[in-house]
Each structure stands twice: as C-alpha cells, then as structure tokens.
C-alpha cells in the first residue's frame, strides 16, 4: 500500500542539525511531491516547503529560508529534510507527506498520505 | 501569505448531532484553471498524523464514511459531520493549496458532550 515511514526521534542541541528520513512506499516516488509539515507539542500544523522528486525543484517557505534543505535519493525512494542551527522552537514533530495526486502543473498539494512523524527535540 | 481561519475553536456535540466547522481564507483560493476550490480538510486523532478527509473543498477522500461534507466556494468553507460518532473525537484542520505557503488553519477541537 501506499506509505511513508519516517526514521526515529531525535534529541539535538541548541546550533546542531537534523536530518529526517520519509521513505516511500507503493507508488511511483518519482512522479510525486514530496511535502514536510511540523508541529510544535500542542500547537496546529504549519507547512514548512515541498520538493518535486521528479526535478529537483523545492519551495520552502520563507521563515525556514537558509536554515532548511530538502532533497531525496531516488534510488532508495527516500525524502530527506535537513534543518539547522536548531533552536529550543524547532522542537516538534516533523511530518512528511506526499501531495495527493501527481498533476501536471503541481496544483494538486492536498496532502496524503502522511508520514507517522517524527519527534526532534532541541535542548540543552 | 493566505491566511486560514477557522472557527470555533473548539465545539461539543452530542452523539448522533451533526457538527459544523467554519474556515475562512483571507483570500479567494478559486483555482480558475479547474474551476476548483484549493481547499482541503484533515482530522488528528491525539498521538497520529493528520488524515485527509476532503479535498478540492468537497470531494471526500476513498474511504472517509459520507457524514462527513465540505461546502463552500471562494473564500468562506464548511466542513459538516453529520451526525456525530464517538470516533470523530479530533482536531479538524483546513489547509489551502492554492498558493505556496501552504497555509493551514488553527484548528478545531470535536468533542462528544
């Protein structure tokens, strides 16, 4: 079935990085975007940027501009998302999600299905 | 930046009552190429990702039961679950796709009463 299983929590510094991992399951991982959402421990959904696996191409939104990179390995139909210089408001669960249909001119970013997520905690 | 509202925040229902969420874009998110709203609606149960429940505003996604609606056009949606069921119990969220960023809702918390 489709799927994304994203790699285990992670306990991180203040100034460290993280790299979280969504592996792709049960569709073509080429043909797709790939999409990163996360949320803070109790607060709602904020979407942080996507990237088009077929391309290469990526749209991160601005507050994460220069601290985020978003890359995958098709070979391995993987999803990387890097975030550094990691502050104690970085601490959340980070979400991949794949946009639900692969439409030509990528309009069609409703978002299924997720990843389980992801726990990052940055502390000192 | 589209700015998503959504209200209330939070509401609480009795078994078996429909319950509606209100969310509204600070702008039109009217894709005129599809003639389709960018609209999509997820729920959160504690502890699990989100789920897609509805998209383009009102297509409900495989396997979501049909007491669940989405209605609206341009700036102003509803999402309706019609006639309450214990497993509903979540946090309802509204996302707009039409441009980047991405914006989603604050959210809306279901309870049963």
């Known amino acids: 079935q489709v799927q994304l299983v994203q790699s285990g929590p992670e306990v991180k510094k203040p100034g460290a990085s993280v790299k979280v991992s969504c592996k792709a399951s049960g569709f073509p991982f080429n043909s797709y975007l790939i999409h990163w959402v996360r949320q803070a421990p109790g607060q709602g959904l904020e979407w942080m940027g996507w990237i088009n696996v077929y391309n290469g191409n990526r749209d991160y939104v601005q507050k994460f501009q220069g601290r985020v990179t978003m890359t995958t390995d098709t070979s391995a139909t993987t999803a990387y998302m890097e975030l550094r210089s990691l502050r104690s408001d970085d601490t959340a669960v980070y979400y991949c999600a794949r946009a639900g249909e692969n439409c030509p001119d990528a309009t069609c970013n409703w978002l299924d299905p997720w990843g389980q997520g992801t726990l990052v905690t940055v502390s000192s | ?113």
């Open chain 2, 1 to 113: 930046d589209i700015v998503m509202t959504q209200s209330p925040d939070s509401l609480v229902a009795s078994l078996g009552e429909r319950a509606t969420i209100n969310c509204k874009s600070s702008r039109t998110i009217l894709h005129s190429s599809y003639n389709k709203n960018s609209l999509a609606w997820y729920s959160q149960k504690p502890g699990q990702p989100p789920k897609l429940l509805i998209y383009w505003a009102s297509t409900r996604q495989s396997g979501v039961p049909d007491r669940f609606s989405g209605s609206g056009s341009g700036t102003d949606f509803t999402l309706t679950i019609g006639g309450l069921q214990a497993e509903d119990v979540a946090v309802y969220y509204c996302q707009q796709y039409y441009s980047s960023p991405f914006t989603f809702g604050g959210g809306t918390k279901v309870e049963i009463k």
